[in-house]
């Protein structure tokens, strides 16, 4: 990809131009745009970072906007982490780099534990405040400060008890955004867990699920913002043995754009990217850390899985 | 794949949902309350692990080998869940037979005789049935207050879902698909009543032995074994937060050095805690000195010491002292070391009655649906009963007729 080295220092300013003045060039056909456009609109877009570089690396600068990626793995891996990770470093404000923008959460499982969400918090500001010393007393004048209860406030939390409340959420969702149009991310963990109960009919579940990632797909594209879903991890039993593999079924993983899977590598925790339509496979290491997810530096830095 | 075929479903679902619509809330708002919503196991280095106890609307996995201490454990959480600032009623649901009423009165401070009014327990044999339970139970927990002086149920204890799936499963394909989604279907019901309720939900595991490889699943050595909780990675999708129990033979000395691992958990890093089972429950104990030093602090809620656990690795034997109970103002509860309390008095505790809607002696799965007087109670000295047995009645009554 010849063009990823001429992203301009001055993307944001285009961006911000982009966004306040409505759409420069009138298209012929409503939404329309051609190769062009979108590929100058790609490279302005900004990412959300994922709070690795090696993670950010293999993804292209981070988690994309207006497109559906897939993260699965086997409990306790950090899918939850990166979840609530990305929910936080979608807020991270413009003068900082970041998007500046909202998160919503929809929680299936019940793991979004506040005092932790409040500690990624506190490990992202103090990383920001690091990052750029000399605006630690500029950004008290703007418009959002650096404050944990601030990150927590602008995350729009639902807890979902069903798959009915979670077909309704999603449905929900675009009246919602529409009411909110700074939430630049849609969080969904997981979206697996109410359709491995009691779905007899599984082609009934395969359109239910189509139908939500359709909707998901529209909802990225309409408002510009990133959908990132949780996926849990199944045993599959093929020519005899049992395979791990993402659940929801073969016809699932057509539904996203892209699709990271986190996996164990002996004690330590890699992510490798399954499927993007621009990118390589590549897999990379990270570290889930105290202040949240992170580059897995050195031995002392990362956190050992005591087995 | 057509795109319009998915509406139909979706459609009919957003229109009967669309009264009432999804809210966020605020995790803002959600700080306090979920701070102050964590039952204490009743020892400090224990808490110390899982940054103050258990969660509210969350379920926790305690999974560890026969003899490891799991049901130990569920016991003390029962007995704490009234005294602590959770205020609450236990509900205890057990698929392991007999229910072990003796150590739950063995363990119950002597001067509370009223907290066994406090612990509801019933007797699940089949996933089905412990649908049907929860169900019930969800009932009960949508209106409390028939009895005024009742705490209403915040803690569900499941000891164990892993012998509720012992037998009439096959390893075939089919069976674990039925199996799984059964899991979901359980889970689901018991993230539900956490969620909706603030309860604390604890589900208790069985271990099977790993052969080759993980597949995906938490691995731990215990007794010299390579074990893996049971029930396979379908069901360690169906938690929030894994406890690991392991014991270990020391070679040395012949004692069992147990230890509890947070396997994995949302808001917890990875970290073991040493404990110790005595005759009035399970205790942490600091790893430098899990020889000597054994902390002497019964089941009772006293003002808890700050900090207090760092403070012992000055000495290399000394006992804990910061930890030794402290008398509360009320003398609510007495704090006294085992040694100097008096002997078992069963007659004592004449006036609680634990009671069990469904039998536990002999496992019938459909008596416990057949009659709403109590007569399937277990225990003989439930006549005594004061008033805080009395409406203990009316909740077993009001459980069983649900």
Redesign the interface.
Known sequence: MSYTGSAPASSSLYWKGMESSGDPHPPILAGAQNAWDMLSDEQSQKHITTGSGDLNNILGGGIHCKEVTEIGG???VGK??LGIQLAINVQIPVEYGGLGGKA??IDT??????????QIAEGCISDILEHFPHSHGKSSSGQKQLQP?HF??D????????Y??Q???I??LEK?LGEHKDVRIVIIDSV???F????DDLA?RT??????S??LMKIAKAFNLAVVLLN????K?TEGS?Q?TL?LGD?WSHSCTNRLILY?NGNDRYAYLDKSPSLPVASAPYAVT?KGVRDAVSSNHK????? | ?R?P???P??AS??S??SQR????????L??PS??AAKLSLGCPLLDRIL?GGL?A???TEIAGESAAGKTQLCLQLALLAPQSPLSASALFLHSDLPFPLHRLRGLAPKSRPDILDHVLVAAAHSPTDLLSLLTRAQRLLANPGRSPHRLPIRLILLDSIASLFRADFDAS?AD?KRR??LF??I??KL??L???HQCVVVVTNQVVDVVEGD???????SSGRRVSPAL???W??C??T?LFLTRELDSASGIARRRM?V??A??L????CEFVIRRDGVFGVEPAESRGCVLLRPLCYGATPPAAPTSCTAGTTTVLTSLLPIPTAQGSSSPLPISARPPRQPRRLGGSSVKCCGPVEQGNADTNADDGDGGSSCESDAGGGDGGGHGHDALVAALMEL
């Open positions: 086997v409990p306790g939850t982490q919503v959460y499982e019940g793991s979004f534990m506040v005092e932790r969400v409040y209860e927590l406030a995350i729009y939390y639902f807890r979902i008890c069903s009915t409340e077909i309704a959420a449905n929900y919602f697996t867990f109410h491995r109960q009691d779905f009934l359109r239910v699920l189509s139908g939500l359709l909707k849990q991890v199944t045993t039993f049992f791990l659940a016809s164990w105290g956190r050992v899985r005591v087995t | 794949m795109p075929a998915p509406k479903p979706a679902s957003s009967s949902f619509e999804p809210r966020p809330e605020n995790p803002l959600l700080l979920c701070r940054s969660p609307a969350s379920v394909p674990l799984s989604a979901f279907q889970s689901a993230k539900e956490a969620y909706r597949a995906g699943n938490t691995v731990a050595w396979g990675i379908a360690a999708n938690v929030n894994r691992k396997a994995f949302p808001h890093p990875e970290r073991a």
